[in-house]
């Protein structure tokens, strides 16, 4: 050995450098999360800061969702053409550098600008890093490699995303959401970089789209918007969601129209579908994303608008679950890698979970605290982590390089999807049962019953002790009262929200499982089908999915 070679640093081990990149897809997953939920919590102060109109800061919103669908799909294309290592790289660099730049601006057009950039890099980096996951580590450790991807894709943006902006927005100011994803999404870059793990194979190169992806973009925008804002314009009875629905269905339309007609190059890879597991599990993640989406909208609005939560108190509410989530996620990759239990064995325990969690939420009332509502949050938690690892799994496990970053984007979108369809039907059960409501209690208060005057007569006698005329008293306790029944109103109707998802479950659950068997069938008969070709003489049959 020579003094130099002496000299040099030892070479780290290769777990340690794959290990490198596992935590910077993990880290580049949750700077996506942060950014991606800055308008959760953080709508009032933006609105305020930027000036804008309710109809100009939807731009933001509709912009980050819309391109982040648009670049689920566009991943394959650029994984295909460039290193998945390299796509990762590039997009979070582009998503910490757009989030540098939104927080030094208040411009609205710039911040709309920022807004499209963020989403489609959100969109590119979480198919891609995921990619990498699957094709570049162990087929036997995806269980515990996918729980850890999960936390910063899934559990991250309905638990620990919610609660640190909440403290930023009370303690600071919503730039600082911004700035807080600089350093996550630099240190991930790093770890990339430096980190190192057996370069995952490439499929077929893909040439670009250059017809499907504007139609589906445009698909993709138009409906963020109608699902966004078609519950404030109350839907159809504004021209402009009519004109917006009309134009995205007919540009989703002919988009599917042009991926049939390509039938190969398309961005849309139809074979994905020959999977009966993949099928199956595209449209659990459309009903789960529905309920994973809406419940994250669900309890932070029920609590600062009924309860009259603080944004960290909201946040807050969710942390908790997290650490449930995670829990559940390693539980279920445990018994997957050590046990060798199905996949799907543990969907319906998480389902039942979720629908019970739902169902204990909706017995809240107006008086009901963090402590009331803490176990049917923490009952959420365990159930979504039950679900979603083992869909995931169950989407993917039989997958090859050549298909697998195209089965991730079509998944994720549906899934987004999903989300975005729950929590606008959600919101619009919730407007509407807020009048509704109202008009019913306002009804009852009108008719002067005893237990109604008793309290106008009450509340009065204690404001004028105070000291207050009994005229001004009189009129203080009709507005209170008035703002007791608003308060109701709005707690009777987030309890039905909440009692909506446990009941799309409820019918859902029957639906998935007669799906399950019907997919089944089907498999088993396209094995039988092509065994006896096999046995016939036919030559052999070139499989769909290649294990790696």
Same mark, same amino acid.
């Given at each position: 050995?020579?003094? +130099?070679?002496? +000299?040099?640093?030892?070479?780290?081990?290769a777990?340690?450098?794959g290990?490198?990149?596992?935590?910077?897809?993990?880290?580049?997953?949750l700077?996506?999360?942060?950014?991606?939920?800055? +308008?959760?919590?953080?709508?009032?102060?933006i609105?305020? @800061?930027?000036h804008?109109?309710?109809?100009?800061?939807?731009?933001?919103?509709?912009?980050?969702?819309?391109?982040?669908?648009?670049?689920?799909?566009?991943?394959?294309?650029?994984?295909?053409r #460039?290193?998945?290592?390299?796509?990762?790289?590039g997009?979070?660099?582009?998503?910490g550098?757009?989030?540098?730049?939104?927080?030094?601006?208040?411009?609205?057009?710039?911040?709309?600008a920022?807004?499209?950039?963020?989403?489609l890099?959100?969109g590119?980096?979480?198919?891609a890093? %995921?990619?990498?996951?699957f094709?570049?580590?162990?087929?036997? =450790?995806?269980p515990?490699?996918?729980a850890?991807?999960a936390?910063?894709?899934v559990?991250?943006?309905?638990? #620990?995303?919610?609660a640190?902006?909440?403290?930023?927005?009370?303690? %600071?100011?919503?730039?600082?959401?911004?700035y807080?994803?600089?350093?996550l999404a630099l240190?991930a870059?790093?770890?990339?970089l430096?980190? @190192?793990c057996p370069?995952p194979?490439?499929?077929?190169?893909?040439?670009?789209?250059?017809?499907?992806?504007?139609?589906?973009?445009?698909?993709?925008?138009?409906?963020?918007?109608?699902?966004?804002?078609?519950?404030?314009?109350d839907?159809?009875?504004?021209?402009?969601?009519?004109?917006?629905?009309? !134009?995205?269905?007919?540009?989703?339309?002919?988009? +599917?129209?042009? %991926?049939?007609?390509?039938?190969?190059?398309g *961005?849309?890879?139809?074979?994905?579908?020959?999977?009966?597991?993949?099928?199956?599990?595209f449209?659990v993640s459309? /009903?789960?994303?529905?309920?994973?989406?809406?419940?994250?909208?669900?309890i932070?609005?029920?609590?600062?608008?009924?309860?009259?939560?603080?944004?960290?108190?909201?946040?807050?509410?969710?942390?908790?679950?997290g650490?449930?989530?995670?829990?559940?996620?390693?539980?279920v990759?445990?018994?997957m890698?050590?046990?060798?239990?199905?996949s799907?064995?543990?969907?319906?325990?998480?389902i039942?979970?979720?629908?019970a969690?739902m169902?204990?939420?909706s017995?809240s009332?107006?008086?009901s605290g963090?402590?009331?509502?803490?176990?049917?949050v923490?009952l959420?938690?365990?159930?979504l982590?039950?679900?979603? *690892?083992?869909?995931?799994?169950?989407a993917?496990g039989g997958?090859g390089?050549? &298909?697998?970053?195209?089965g991730?984007?079509?998944?994720?979108?549906?899934? %987004?999807?999903?989300?975005?369809?729950?929590?606008?039907?959600?919101?619009?059960m !919730?407007?509407?049962?807020?009048?509704? &409501?109202?008009v019913?209690?306002?009804?009852?208060?009108?008719?002067g019953?005893?237990?109604?005057?008793? =309290?106008?007569?009450?509340?009065?006698a204690?404001?004028?002790?105070?000291?207050?005329?009994?005229?001004?008293?009189?009129?203080?306790?009709?507005?209170?009262?008035?703002?007791? /029944?608003s308060?109701?109103s709005?707690?009777?109707?987030?309890?039905?929200?909440? &009692?909506?998802?446990?009941?799309?479950?409820?019918?859902?659950?029957?639906v998935?499982?007669?799906?399950?068997?019907?997919?089944?069938?089907?498999?088993?008969a396209a094995e039988a089908?092509?065994?006896?070709?096999?046995?016939?003489g036919?030559?052999?049959?070139?499989?769909?999915?290649?294990?790696?």
């Open positions: 050995m020579t003094t +130099l070679d002496s +000299l040099a640093p030892p070479a780290r081990p777990a340690t450098l290990f490198l990149v596992l935590a910077g897809i993990v880290l580049a997953a700077a996506e999360a942060i950014a991606g939920t800055v +308008l959760l919590l953080g709508r009032s102060d609105i305020g @800061d930027i804008a109109t309710p109809d100009e800061f939807a731009l933001l919103d509709v912009g980050y969702t819309g391109a982040k669908l648009a670049g689920f799909l566009l991943a394959p294309w650029m994984t295909s #460039i290193d998945a290592r390299g796509v990762l790289v997009s979070t660099f582009a998503m550098l757009a989030c540098a730049v939104a927080a030094l601006t208040t411009r609205l057009d710039l911040l709309v920022l807004r499209v950039v963020q989403g890099s959100g590119v980096l979480l198919v890093g %995921q990619a990498i996951v094709l570049a580590f162990p087929r036997s =450790r995806q515990v490699l996918q850890l991807f936390l910063g894709a559990v991250a943006p309905t638990t #620990i995303a919610p640190l902006q909440g403290w930023l927005l009370d303690s %600071q100011s919503w730039t600082w959401i911004f807080s994803v600089i350093p240190s870059c790093g770890l990339l430096i980190g @190192d370069a194979a490439r499929g077929a190169m893909r040439r670009f789209d250059w017809v499907g992806f504007p139609l589906v973009s445009i698909a993709f925008f138009c409906l963020a918007y109608v699902l966004s804002q078609g519950s404030r314009w839907w159809f009875e504004a021209p402009r969601i009519l004109w917006l629905t009309t !134009i995205g269905l007919a540009a989703l339309l002919a988009f +599917l129209g042009h %991926q049939v007609a390509e039938r190969k190059g *961005l849309l890879d139809f074979a994905l579908f020959r999977s009966s597991d993949f099928s199956f599990a449209i459309f /009903v789960a994303g529905a309920a994973l989406f809406g419940s994250a909208f669900l932070p609005a029920f609590a600062v608008s009924a309860l009259a939560f603080t944004p960290i108190d909201a946040g807050l509410l969710l942390l908790p679950s650490a449930l989530f995670a829990a559940a996620l390693f539980a990759a445990y018994l890698q050590a046990r060798g239990v199905a799907f064995a543990t969907v319906p325990l998480g039942l979970m979720i629908m969690a169902w204990m939420l017995g009332s107006g008086e963090a402590a009331d509502m803490m176990p049917a923490l959420r938690g365990l159930g982590g039950f679900l979603f *690892l083992s869909i995931t799994l169950i993917f997958f390089a050549c &298909n697998l970053a195209a991730i984007g079509l998944f994720n979108a549906g899934r %987004q999807l999903g989300g975005l369809m729950g929590v606008a039907a959600l919101q619009t !919730i407007d509407r049962d807020i009048v509704g &409501n109202a019913v209690l306002v009804s009852e208060v009108a008719r019953a005893p237990a109604v005057i008793e =309290r106008l007569a009450t509340v009065t204690v404001l004028e002790a105070k000291g207050m005329e009994a005229a001004a008293a009189g009129r203080a306790a009709v507005a209170l009262m008035a703002r007791a /029944v308060g109701q709005a707690v009777i109707a987030f309890d039905t929200a909440f &009692n909506a998802v446990a009941l799309l479950f409820l019918f859902a659950a029957p998935l499982v007669a799906l399950k068997r019907i997919l089944s069938r089907r498999a088993k089908a092509v065994r006896l070709v096999r046995n016939g036919a030559g052999k049959q070139s499989p769909i999915f290649v294990q790696t």
